[in-house]
């Protein structure tokens, strides 16, 4: 994936990720709360990684 492209699905992610952790704090499934929590988690990370990539293409630049 590009940079990019993680960048973005991170951020989706993570919006989806703190969705489900409020539809299963409201209604009271646990197991939903959790897949959220992971799913914000994987997004984050992918976050990270497309930020990591943008760094290292600067870095070769240079």
């Given at each position: 994936m590009s940079s990019t492209t993680d960048k973005i699905s991170g951020v989706a992610n993570q919006a989806a990720g703190k969705a489900k952790q409020g539809v299963g704090k409201a209604v009271d499934d646990k197991e939903l709360e959790a897949k959220g929590a992971v799913q914000e988690a994987k997004g984050s990370a992918q976050k990270a990684a497309g930020h990591a990539k943008d760094a290292?293409?600067?870095?070769?630049?240079?």
């Open positions: 290292v293409k600067d870095a070769i630049k240079k």
